[in-house]
């Protein structure tokens, strides 16, 4: 007890009361005895949202995802809902992944909005993600909620919060709702259902969405050349599963082979080490089957479907991944191309991104005279611009971290239509005599060779928050002037809502909201981000460097020369 701080011990204290149940207190009372540090951990604050809604560890305590912490956001949100919508009858959608827990979660979340008489649809098993965002606007529903916590460790679950428009929580309602639950005492949670409010939903839904995921990314081929797409799939132990298979079976493809090994739905994740499209090492197993049956294209995503990895074969047949910004220019790029083949670009369209992707999004848009909306990380802020901005068409718009939105029928990254999509253009380019690979290459010879890299740094725990806030501090009061031999002319504080040009001092305001985000650009145009993550215990240098690239026939030479700038700029920063 001597070891334990007073205030951790008063929270913990508080946990022991009737308003929580046996299991609950028994487990307390353990970590009390035996387990100071992760008491520690489980109390020291209240778990936050993020750019991807609240999500952390399973276990008791108010830093972790359990009943109560689930109930009281519900009941803070239920309370929301009642004192914006007066006099309606309120309804809500809710979804949930693979996870362990998810299933039970999300009827502990369905009975608290019962209780507090909202109808809720409550999907009967798991489901993928942008399935909820669309639902969400089918049913006409006020708000939705998925449980998932996308391609965290096992250990972890999370709570995402979806609006009327089917995006994500944006101020000023995040905060609004964050406060209301913040007002509020665990015992104020109303745990007994009413299940009259329950209407269970399935296959009907499901039908709906994937025949829209299909009228939305197909294109206008012969059927012919998607016969001769061979396609290796992996939904990772993940929801995608119950979408991917028949949207492509649907749009016409024939040769579809799934990685059996990871096709059962499961939280242990047990083949890989991360269930994360974006770790080479997660689509090893995809990779190998391609190999195998010399297939075309490799696709995984991650455990709630909503990002996607792609691999596809290279000039020398070899299989390779895209990074996320690959797979966003190639998508945007076809996605303009065909508008503008339409005749639909009139001056009234635009494409989105965020701050820490490829500035090449912005080098399409001129190209093509549409507009490139730039927001913060999450595709929050990428639905936001769509209903900020109802009299512009939103074409498509994507992140680096391996998302992508194909218009606004789902109003988050959508790795199911994403996955058609990424397979329309890899069969038009095999039916004209290129490849997926190939055209990425003459992208880059059309608009410049664009390269990015990530590093993200992990720092667990209380003293890992604080390492990740000092490191921020420091970067702030000691500004960079010069990076690996480049001045820097622009720094972008998004924290204090400033740019500042380095050459003459002028400030100007960014015009977002705030966050706690660094941006240098120097003269040759390279660019570095340094931010923290908000769904993981993580900090993330963001690197991106171009130039030109005069033909495909020099893309080994000029790749080199790119990797040559990114790893001085990582010895610079010491990042390596």
């Given at each position: 007890?001597?070891?334990?701080?007073?205030?951790?011990?008063d929270?913990?204290?508080?946990?022991?009361?009737?308003?929580?149940?046996?299991?609950?207190?028994?487990?307390?009372?353990?970590?009390?005895?035996?387990?100071?540090?992760?008491?520690?951990?489980?109390?020291?604050?209240?778990?936050?949202?993020?750019?991807?809604?609240?999500?952390?560890?399973?276990g008791?305590?108010?830093?972790r995802?359990?009943?109560?912490?689930?109930?009281?956001?519900?009941?803070g949100?239920?309370n929301y809902?009642?004192?914006?919508?007066?006099?309606?009858?309120?309804?809500?959608?809710?979804?949930?992944?693979?996870?362990?827990?998810?299933?039970?979660?999300?009827?502990?979340?369905?009975?608290?909005?019962?209780?507090?008489?909202?109808?809720?649809y409550?999907?009967e098993?798991?489901?993928?993600?942008?399935?909820?965002?669309?639902?969400?606007?089918?049913?006409?529903?006020?708000?939705?909620?998925?449980?998932?916590?996308?391609?965290?460790?096992?250990?972890?679950?999370?709570?995402?919060?979806?609006?009327?428009?089917?995006g994500?929580?944006?101020?000023?309602?995040d905060?609004?709702?964050?406060?209301?639950?913040?007002?509020?005492?665990?015992?104020?949670?109303?745990?007994?259902a009413n299940?009259?409010?329950?209407?269970?939903?399935?296959?009907?839904?499901?039908?709906?969405?994937?025949?829209?995921?299909?009228?939305?990314?197909?294109l206008?081929?012969?059927?012919?050349?998607?016969?001769?797409?061979?396609?290796?799939?992996?939904?990772?132990?993940?929801?995608?599963?119950?979408?991917?298979?028949?949207?492509?079976?649907?749009?016409?493809?024939?040769?579809?082979?799934?990685?059996?090994?990871?096709?059962i739905?499961?939280?242990?994740?047990?083949?890989?080490?991360?269930?994360?499209?974006?770790?080479?090492a997660a689509?090893?197993?995809?990779?190998?089957?391609?190999?195998?049956?010399?297939?075309?294209?490799?696709?995984?995503?991650?455990?709630?479907?909503?990002?996607?990895?792609?691999?596809?074969?290279?000039l020398?047949?070899?299989?390779?991944?895209?990074?996320?910004?690959?797979?966003?220019?190639?998508?945007?790029?076809?996605?303009?191309?065909?508008?503008?083949?339409?005749d639909?670009?009139?001056?009234?369209?635009?494409?989105?991104?965020?701050?820490?992707?490829?500035?090449?999004?912005?080098?399409?848009?001129?190209?093509?005279?549409?507009?490139?909306?730039?927001?913060?990380?999450?595709?929050?802020?990428?639905a936001?611009?769509?209903?900020?901005?109802?009299e512009?068409?939103?074409?498509?718009?994507g992140?680096?971290?391996?998302?992508?939105?194909?218009g606004?029928?789902?109003?988050d990254?959508?790795?199911?239509?994403?996955?058609l999509?990424?397979?329309?253009?890899?069969?038009?380019?095999?039916?004209?005599?290129?490849?997926?690979?190939?055209?990425?290459?003459?992208?880059?010879?059309?608009h410049?060779?664009?390269?990015?890299?990530?590093?993200?740094?992990?720092?667990?725990?209380?003293?890992?928050?604080q390492?990740?806030?000092?490191?921020?501090?420091?970067?702030?009061?000691?500004?960079?002037s010069?990076?690996?031999?480049?001045?820097?002319?622009?720094?972008?504080?998004?924290?204090?809502?400033?740019?500042?040009?380095?050459?003459?001092?002028?400030?100007?305001?960014?015009?977002?909201?705030?966050?706690?985000?660094?941006?240098?650009?120097t003269?040759?145009?390279?660019?570095?981000?340094?931010?923290?993550s908000?769904?993981?215990?993580?900090?993330?240098?963001?690197?991106?460097?171009?130039?030109?690239?005069?033909?495909?026939?020099?893309?080994?030479?000029?790749?080199?020369?790119?990797?040559a700038?990114?790893?001085?700029?990582?010895?610079?920063?010491?990042?390596?």
């Amino acid at each position: 007890m001597t070891n334990i701080d007073s205030k951790i011990l008063d929270k913990a204290n508080a946990w022991l009361t009737p308003t929580f149940d046996t299991s609950t207190q028994n487990q307390i009372k353990e970590l009390i005895a035996n387990n100071p540090d992760e008491l520690k951990e489980s109390f020291y604050k209240n778990l936050e949202f993020g750019t991807g809604g609240m999500r952390g560890v399973m276990g008791v305590g108010t830093n972790r995802m359990n009943k109560y912490t689930l109930g009281k956001n519900t009941q803070g949100l239920s309370n929301y809902l009642h004192q914006s919508f007066p006099n309606e009858s309120l309804k809500v959608a809710i979804a949930h992944d693979c996870r362990h827990n998810s299933k039970e979660f999300a009827k502990i979340v369905a009975d608290v909005f019962t209780a507090n008489n909202i109808y809720v649809y409550l999907f009967e098993d798991l489901r993928p993600t942008p399935e909820l965002s669309f639902t969400l606007k089918h049913l006409n529903c006020h708000c939705g909620i998925v449980l998932t916590a996308s391609h965290n460790p096992p250990e972890y679950n999370g709570y995402k919060v979806y609006w009327q428009d089917g995006g994500q929580l944006v101020p000023p309602y995040d905060n609004e709702i964050i406060n209301e639950i913040n007002s509020l005492d665990y015992a104020d949670i109303k745990f007994e259902a009413n299940e009259d409010l329950i209407q269970y939903i399935g296959e009907d839904i499901d039908n709906t969405f994937i025949n829209a995921s299909v009228k939305k990314g197909s294109l206008d081929q012969p059927n012919s050349s998607r016969d001769n797409l061979k396609i290796v799939f992996t939904s990772l132990h993940g929801t995608s599963i119950k979408s991917i298979p028949e949207t492509l079976k649907r749009a016409g493809y024939s040769d579809v082979n799934i990685v059996e090994e990871q096709a059962i739905p499961d939280g242990d994740f047990p083949t890989v080490a991360s269930p994360n499209p974006e770790e080479p090492a997660a689509l090893k197993m995809a990779i190998e089957l391609a190999n195998k049956i010399d297939a075309d294209i490799v696709i995984g995503t991650d455990p709630d479907c909503d990002r996607l990895g792609i691999a596809v074969r290279d000039l020398n047949n070899k299989m390779v991944l895209l990074n996320g910004n690959q797979t966003m220019v190639m998508m945007t790029n076809f996605l303009l191309k065909l508008w503008k083949e339409q005749d639909k670009i009139k001056g009234k369209e635009f494409i989105g991104s965020t701050i820490v992707s490829t500035p090449m999004m912005s080098v399409l848009a001129n190209a093509y005279n549409v507009e490139c909306k730039i927001g913060l990380t999450g595709f929050k802020w990428i639905a936001k611009m769509i209903k900020d901005f109802p009299e512009l068409d939103f074409i498509g718009g994507g992140e680096e971290s391996f998302g992508f939105m194909v218009g606004d029928f789902v109003r988050d990254k959508d790795a199911v239509t994403s996955t058609l999509l990424a397979c329309e253009i890899a069969a038009y380019a095999k039916n004209n005599g290129s490849s997926f690979y190939n055209e990425l290459l003459n992208l880059y010879t059309e608009h410049g060779f664009y390269k990015e890299h990530l590093v993200a740094i992990t720092k667990k725990g209380i003293e890992g928050a604080q390492e990740i806030k000092q490191i921020m501090i420091d970067a702030r009061e000691n500004p960079l002037s010069e990076i690996a031999g480049e001045k820097v002319v622009l720094l972008e504080d998004y924290q204090s809502s400033e740019a500042i040009n380095l050459l003459t001092n002028d400030k100007t305001v960014i015009d977002v909201p705030k966050s706690n985000v660094l941006i240098y650009y120097t003269e040759n145009g390279s660019k570095v981000a340094l931010r923290p993550s908000g769904t993981e215990p993580k900090i993330k240098f963001y690197i991106s460097v171009n130039t030109d690239l005069d033909k495909v026939a020099d893309f080994n030479t000029t790749e080199q020369k790119l990797d040559a700038k990114i790893n001085n700029i990582l010895k610079d920063m010491n990042l390596i």
